[in-house]
């Protein structure tokens, strides 16, 4: 049985599916990918977005240090930069985006799989061959077929094109198909048709990997009630098994947007009240608690009530390294509940370990 590198886990071909979260490329994600199970590493291929952040000094560089941290010795991270100008980044540096990434995760000792898409420029698609030479884990190529963001189905001529400036065979690529944001059953049926036709189209190229992904949590927790929890369908596990029953051929793998919403988000603003964003198979439990005692210390309460309710899971802080942490906070383990970040990193262990449970479970890993 043939095997490669891609992504976090090593592929085999007869092994059917892998699971691809997107997430964000924040401190709490990073955070969340550094305590995996050794399980859930080995069947999971991470895509890390770029954030755009003025409040950081050099995105690029606070990136590559966080991945230096989180990425274990050997693994491969795909690394998407589509969201930053394709411009110098500093004043001074040669190259944009993709070609510092290269240079500086390599010199971390970071093997990387740039994304790109059919519609970058010459400039962006010459420094992604330049990148791939490097790092010698092919490309992952990203396609939209969201509602909000539709692109054409490229043609023979374009994927041809494409192959040749990357210096690429499609046994090379990894295919990645974004239904983008899926907050309804209407907008899910039609995602899933659409991505559904993509995957149709494009499929006999005979890619690496193939995955269909999809986001469901809605943009923030505005409006959201307090101190309960409140279900949010997760439309885009309903959108992939859709896409699954209707694909001939290889299943595509499942991707998703972790705990967030798939688009960037805006600047945050002052502090967020305590929440917790706690997947469950079906739906997402968001509770979010208002701010009655010091500090986060809300954060402590909205623990407790979460280890009490039905959805703590029965196998409790064993789950994931976040869901430690939560037990801890609701033990009154912890002399601080921690903020924003902790627990975007709490969430996202705990949504990574239930879906690659749940995956496993229905015999798709």
Not at 76 to 105: I, N, Q, W
């Amino acid at each position: 049985m043939s095997e490669i590198s891609t992504g976090w886990c090593r592929v085999r071909w007869g092994k059917p599916l892998a699971y691809v979260p997107i997430l964000k490329g924040k401190a709490g994600e990073f955070s969340a990918l550094e305590h995996v199970t050794p399980t859930v590493r080995s069947r999971i291929r991470p895509v890390m977005e770029l954030v755009p952040d003025p409040d950081v000094r050099d995105v690029l560089e606070t990136f590559c240090d966080r991945a230096m941290d989180a990425v274990p010795k050997g693994a491969v991270l795909t690394v998407d930069s589509g969201a930053l100008p394709t411009a110098r980044v500093l004043e001074g540096d040669a190259g944009g985006p993709v070609a510092r990434l290269g240079e500086s995760l390599a010199l971390r000792g970071v093997a990387m799989c740039p994304v790109v898409r059919h519609t970058d420029s010459r400039e962006v698609l010459a420094e992604a061959a330049q990148a791939i030479a490097l790092h010698q884990s092919g490309v992952c190529l990203r396609l939209s077929v969201a509602a909000d963001t539709a692109e054409s189905i490229p043609d023979h001529g374009q994927i041809r094109g494409l192959l040749k400036a990357l210096h690429l065979d499609p046994e090379e690529v990894d295919l990645l198909i974004d239904a983008g944001p899926v907050q309804s059953s209407i907008v899910r049926d039609r995602s899933a048709d659409r991505a559904l036709a993509a995957l149709t189209a494009l499929s006999p190229w005979g890619w690496r990997r193939e995955c269909i992904a999809a986001g469901a949590f809605p943009a923030n927790l505005t409006g959201f009630p307090r101190g309960r929890a409140t279900p949010v369908a997760r439309h885009d596990a309903q959108l992939w098994r859709r896409v699954l029953s209707g694909c001939r051929g290889r299943s595509p793998d499942f991707g998703d947007f972790g705990v967030t919403h798939p688009r960037m988000p805006a600047q945050s603003r002052g502090t967020p009240d305590p929440n917790m964003r706690y997947t469950t198979p079906d739906a997402w439990q968001v509770f979010v608690y208002p701010r009655v005692r010091s500090g986060n210390d809300d954060f402590f309460t909205l623990s407790a009530d979460l280890v009490a309710s039905p959805h703590w899971p029965a196998t409790g802080a064993r789950t994931s390294w976040g869901d430690a942490r939560l037990n801890e906070c609701a033990l009154g383990r912890r002399s601080k509940a921690g903020g924003g970040t902790q627990w975007r990193a709490w969430a996202t262990s705990h949504h990574l370990a239930v879906v690659t449970a749940d995956l496993d479970a229905s015999g798709h890993l």
